[in-house]
């Protein structure tokens, strides 16, 4: 793509953190507003596969009410595209990759000393998480990009 379109290098990594943002922000709400929100991401033929298991757009809301609240931090992240148009009047596909630490439960980060030595769950988790982005309708959102695939894994 030559520099200078509309998607070259710098729009696609803003593209990507601001996708980034918005998905984890909706990820960290309360369990029933989280799998309103988080849906709405992604394209109804997604692939979704959350440690190994698949889990089917149609059954994601259920799930995602399931989960107890959490707390992302990312901390890395990386963008790239993945095709498009040979004439560049189509966005490319984007691949986004982020790892990062999550926590899980009622209170995310308990107060110091109120640990359970056998109960684990609370404390952050590290993570890894796959997406593949594709441009899909220009009326979604300000972006036009849902997730057609996506991996997500404890490290």
Known sequence: MPAGSRFDRDNRSQLGQG???RYY???DLEPTERALQVQGFYAPSARVTWN???IAYTD???FLQQMPKSAHETQAFDCHPISGSADGAAPPSLVVTVTGQVSHGP???PP???INPKNFDHLPRVFSQSFILVYTDPTRGEDGYSIVSDSFRFC
């Open 19 to 21: 996708c980034r943002a």
């Open 25 to 27: 922000a909706a990820q």
């Open 52 to 54: 190994g298991n698949p």
């Open 60 to 62: 994601l809301p259920a």
């Open 107 to 109: 209170n995310p980060t």
């Open 112 to 114: 110091a000393g109120s």
